[in-house]
């Protein structure tokens, strides 16, 4: 009976996370995981059974994150649209402390393997269409207590804030300071309270 894998399966993945991150899938070698995961290839195998399967974790591991960031935004806040705001600030103050320019896991996995690998790119949606789901939620109860226009469409605002975090997360590929960040929010929030026409 083969024993049990003795190591700490979440270090490992925020390992081989950061790898995939800053080198892409298709780059990355089982070499390279070995090397930064000190698991021998046998253990690597044995857990995830192959480099695409220790990757399919990792995006789990990593969109579960993003949304638990929504989560808690929503949880922190005294109003929705104080939540919208606050997980925004929050995502900012991450990107700022990006100080390689690595980008976002999911916009480059989406760009890299979108039309090559199917199951990939429906766990990458999937995941995406959960937080983009938090925004409509905050969305209309903002509507339904008088903090946003009850005209505006909520599908298009929360899509409209989807499209402000992937262009972020490529803004920050060019390591900028933050007040760029912050005048992004900015012109975030000038676009929700704008009246509609």
């Known amino acids: 009976m083969a024993r049990p894998a003795e190591f700490d399966r979440t270090e490992v993945l925020e390992k081989a996370m950061n790898v995939f991150w800053r080198t892409g899938y298709n780059a990355t070698s089982v070499t390279d995981l070995v090397n930064a995961t000190k698991l021998k290839p046998g253990s690597l195998y044995g857990a ?18 993003s949304i638990d960031r929504v989560k808690g935004a929503m949880e922190d806040a005294s109003s929705p649209l104080d939540a919208i705001e ?23 996995t989406m760009l890299e ?30 509507q339904a207590q008088g903090q946003l226009d009850k005209n505006k469409d909520p599908d298009e605002l929360s899509t409209f804030l989807m499209t402000n975090i992937w262009g972020l997360r490529v803004l920050s590929s060019k390591r900028p300071d933050r007040k760029k960040y912050d005048a992004v929010i900015t012109n975030i929030f000038k676009a929700l309270h704008s009246p509609s026409h």
């Open 48 to 65: 995830f059974q192959s480099k695409r399967g220790l990757f399919l974790e990792v995006i789990d591991t990593y969109a579960v994150r």
């Open 86 to 108: 606050l997980f925004f600030q929050r995502f900012c103050d991450e990107l700022s402390h990006d100080s390689i320019g690595q980008g976002c896991l999911m916009v480059n």
């Open 113 to 142: 393997l979108a039309t090559e690998d199917e199951e990939v790119r429906l766990k990458v949606d999937d995941y995406l269409n959960q937080v983009e789901s938090y925004f409509y939620q905050l969305i209309t109860e903002a």
